[in-house]
């Protein structure tokens, strides 16, 4: 019975503390409120601009990837691709910080992600702009895991570490080496 409450109780936080939200039109509303616009790049695929509702641009989500042998998975990610997202200023002259794009299958876009993090870091302010005290210690939350991972794995050779063992103890028995 405890973990029946238990779970009940979980599962209303959850929905009570959620956030909603939803993109319709490119216009991103959080709880029933227009935040932000989100608009597809339509020179680079998988790419964003984030603007302000009246058009000010705030925001370019950049899109990158790259293979990481430990992410493979054989029914979901066979090549074991790792993607996310660049958040730069709109001139693109300065990385803030990077962010996971959404790991859902159905229901949600995978900008959802950086629009809980802007809503709830409170970088946009009400007039539509930058708060950028708040955008700073966003992006010292959030960091740079991403590039990091990858700068790594361009480091290793052929993307991975191969670790050698070789067994040095000496066997019982007769030992025949033929061809040396």
Same mark, same amino acid.
């Given at each position: 019975?405890?973990?029946?409450?238990?779970?009940?109780?979980?599962?209303?936080?959850?929905?009570?503390?959620?956030?909603?939200?939803?993109?319709?039109?490119?216009?991103?509303?959080?709880?029933?409120?227009?935040?932000?616009?989100?608009?597809?790049?339509?020179?680079?695929?998988?790419?964003?601009?984030?603007?302000?509702?009246?058009?000010? &641009?705030?925001?370019? $989500?950049?899109?990158? +990837?790259? *293979?990481?042998?430990? !992410?493979?998975?054989? =029914?979901?990610?066979? /090549?074991?691709?790792?993607?996310?997202?660049?958040?730069?200023?709109?001139?693109?002259?300065?990385?803030?910080?990077?962010?996971?794009?959404?790991?859902?299958?159905?229901?949600?876009?995978?900008?959802?992600?950086?629009?809980?993090?802007?809503?709830?870091?409170?970088?946009?302010?009400?007039?539509?702009?930058? &708060?950028?005290?708040? $955008?700073?210690?966003? +992006?010292? *939350?959030?960091?740079? !895991?991403?590039?990091? =991972?990858?700068?790594? /794995?361009?480091?290793?050779?052929?993307?991975?570490?191969?670790?050698?063992?070789?067994?040095?103890?000496?066997?019982?028995?007769?030992?025949?080496?033929?061809?040396?």
């Amino acid at each position: 019975m405890k973990k029946v409450l238990f779970g009940f109780a979980l599962i209303i936080t959850s929905l009570t503390f959620g956030q909603k939200i939803k993109l319709k039109k490119e216009i991103a509303s959080v709880d029933g409120k227009d935040f932000v616009k989100v608009i597809k790049d339509p020179i680079a695929d998988d790419c964003y601009n984030i603007t302000t509702l009246d058009g000010k &641009d705030l925001f370019y $989500l950049k899109f990158n +990837s790259y *293979k990481d042998p430990k !992410e493979v998975d054989y =029914k979901y990610n066979k /090549m074991g691709f790792v993607s996310y997202f660049e958040v730069m200023s709109a001139d693109l002259n300065t990385v803030y910080f990077e962010t996971d794009i959404t790991h859902c299958m159905m229901g949600c876009n995978n900008t959802d992600n950086i629009i809980k993090m802007l809503f709830g870091g409170r970088v946009v302010k009400d007039d539509g702009s930058l &708060d950028m005290n708040r $955008l700073e210690i966003l +992006s010292k *939350k959030a960091g740079f !895991e991403y590039s990091k =991972k990858r700068d790594e /794995m361009a480091n290793t050779p052929n993307g991975t570490n191969t670790v050698i063992i070789q067994d040095s103890r000496p066997r019982n028995g007769f030992n025949i080496s033929v061809g040396r």
